[in-house]
């Protein structure tokens, strides 16, 4: 049974930064890649950031891109979320996920910001940016 639980959201003024962190646990802990997505009151879920567990690919959506990195520890089962410049469009409930090490790769290049190639989710950090 996977488990991923989220840290380090909280409040902070628009230009300001947060990193948010997601530790994953479970027998033998695996996956093919982790992503975190985020929900605004009354909206989608979207996607915000992913990155491969083998290292080297990341994606990220536009609105973020230059703004936030994605990284992992491998070591220590766990994938960040660095946010700095953080503006109040950035408030919302942050997820991270985990995709099952059986996806297929090209699959998961291809469609990496689907809520759909994910298994597991973790239970959210909230983050708010106040302006």
């Known amino acids: 049974q996977v488990q991923l639980v989220e840290s380090g959201g909280g409040s902070v003024q628009a230009g300001g930064s947060l990193r948010l962190s997601c530790a994953a646990s479970?027998?033998?802990?695996?996956?093919?890649?982790m992503g975190w997505f985020r929900q605004a009151p009354g909206k989608e879920r979207e996607f915000v950031a992913a990155?491969?567990?083998?290292?080297?690919?990341?994606w990220y959506t536009d609105a973020v891109s230059g703004r936030f990195t994605i990284s992992r520890d491998n070591a220590k089962n766990t994938v960040y979320l660095q946010m700095s410049s953080l503006k109040p469009e950035d408030t919302a409930v942050y997820y991270c996920?985990?995709?099952?090490?059986?996806?297929?790769?090209?699959?998961?290049?291809?469609?990496?910001?689907?809520?759909?190639?994910?298994?597991?989710w973790g239970q959210g950090t909230q983050v708010t940016v106040s302006s």
């Open positions: 996920a985990s995709a099952s090490p059986s996806i297929n790769g090209a699959v998961y290049s291809r469609y990496y910001y689907q809520r759909r190639l994910y298994a597991h």
């Open positions: 990155i491969l567990w083998s290292g080297g690919s990341t």
């Open positions: 479970g027998r033998t802990f695996s996956c093919y890649a």
